[in-house]
């Protein structure tokens, strides 16, 4: 009978497009220069930062481009959604690249068990030092969009992880300088190893939920259905749907029985209950009429 209309004004993703394309330009400029460094210092922790590095400057492409993707008009009028789902996929891509990158890394330590590599602790102290102050740079970039959308956090949480990164390299050279012992360059890549992989799992877990347009977080569906009974004039709630489309736009849609005379009435109060209340811009909402016919809602 009727739907309420809020469309966000602007993709949240789209809106920090600049600090994507600020951070891509310094990470990746970096990452040359880390990788160049790995190589020549034979320092594991080092190439494996650097690996990370790439990930981050695949991940920050993708996102520019899901950004992109997401804003623009669809001349086919088959995406009656939009794109806003390429910022998703683009956050699911920054997950596979953390976890093949952790994987690359164990795989390479172990390798370098029961051998004695020379490892230039000095080339790993000022190239830690310059990765620690771009990815600071970076991460004052990103923040400020990480809360709003998930594909800006994806590449918050990579930035996150090489900043711890290019931490571990530093105490890694600071060690392999003091003892002599190429084995702490190897435990610091480990270390590194692990953090990467919890991160991407926490990453994924969210765009897994939204894939599987689980409810927004936040939002509890017997929360909603209960307010929506309250709703004056309301007498049944069913057929209820809330999902995340993307960052910072929540979607429902619901059945509600109504006596006659308060249909009206009904639509504009549950829409601005959904509005206000629960952060749903866009809500489809049918009032169905309690002495009309019996609802023979979807049989999923």
């Known amino acids: ?22 951070a891509f330009v310094l990470v990746g400029l970096f990452f040359v220069v880390e990788l160049v460094a790995g190589l020549v210092s034979g320092s594991l922790a080092l190439l494996s930062d650097a690996g990370h590095m790439a990930a981050d400057v695949a991940t920050l492409g993708a996102a520019l481009v899901a950004t992109r993707i997401a804003t623009r008009p669809d001349p086919t009028g088959r995406r009656t959604f939009g794109s806003y789902r390429a910022e998703v996929f683009a956050s699911g891509l920054a997950v596979l690249l953390m ?53 800006v956090k994806g590449a918050y949480l990579e930035v996150v992880a090489d900043t711890v990164g290019s931490v571990g390299v530093i105490v890694a050279g600071l060690l392999v300088g003091a003892t002599g012992n190429a084995l702490w360059d190897t435990a610091v890549a480990l270390a590194i190893a692990v953090f990467v992989a919890v991160r991407a799992v926490v990453l994924g877990r969210e765009v897994v939920a939204v894939l599987g347009q689980h409810a927004p977080v936040g939002v509890v569906p017997t929360d909603l259905v ?19 489309l993307t960052s910072g736009m929540n979607v429902a849609t619901v059945h509600l029985v ?31 009429s309690r002495d009309a016919a019996h609802c023979s809602g979807a049989d999923w």
Do not use: C, K
């Open 1 to 22: 009978m009727g739907h309420g209309h809020g469309h966000v004004e602007a993709h949240a993703g789209g809106r920090h497009r600049w600090r994507l394309a600020v």
């Open 99 to 151: 976890l093949a990158v952790a994987v690359y890394i164990v795989v390479e330590a172990v390798g370098r068990i029961g051998s004695s590599p020379q490892v230039a602790s000095g080339t790993m102290l000022l190239v830690g030092g310059i990765g620690l102050a771009v990815n600071l740079v970076a991460l004052v970039l990103l923040r400020g969009g990480a809360s709003e959308s998930l594909n």
């Open 226 to 244: 209960t307010a929506l009974t309250g709703v004056q004039g309301v007498v049944d709630v069913h057929d209820l749907h809330v999902w995340t």
């Open 258 to 288: 109504a006596v006659p005379e308060a249909s009206a009435d009904v639509l504009a109060s549950s829409t601005e209950l959904l509005r206000e209340r629960f952060g749903i811009a866009h809500a489809t909402i049918q009032v169905e």
